[in-house]
């Protein structure tokens, strides 16, 4: 079992930046992909980003790639979302979510947070 917590949502200016933080319970962390996910009202949950357990593989969508960096410290138990040049279409709840693969369909992953509201202001 691992239960996830976000943090680090809030209100920020187009063009300015967040940093979010997943923090996981359990002592597996290292072996789950973590993944993040967003969904803004009246739309379905879509794949922001995805990170391998040993955080040296990621992937993006098209819509944030080059913008948000994914990372995770097995250490810590933490995974995160840095998130750059935010845009007001960045809006949304964004959760994260764990294994058992780094992979872009919210319906293979076993574990997720409550979510984090990010929104941005033009």
């Known amino acids: 079992q691992v239960e996830l917590v976000e943090s680090g949502g809030g209100l920020v200016q187009a063009g300015g930046s967040l940093r979010l933080s997943c923090a996981a319970s359990g002592r597996t962390f290292s072996i789950y992909p973590m993944g993040w996910f967003r969904q803004a009202p009246g739309k379905e949950r879509e794949f922001v980003a995805t990170?391998?357990?040993?955080?040296?593989?990621?992937h993006y969508a098209d819509s944030v790639k080059g913008r948000f960096t994914i990372s995770r410290d097995n250490a810590k138990n933490t995974a995160y979302l840095q998130m750059s040049s935010l845009k007001p279409e960045d809006t949304a709840v964004y959760y994260c979510a764990a294994g058992p693969a780094a992979v872009t369909t919210a319906i293979s992953y076993r574990y997720w947070g409550q979510g984090t509201q990010v929104t941005v202001s033009s």
């Open positions: 990170v391998s357990g040993s955080g040296g593989w990621t």
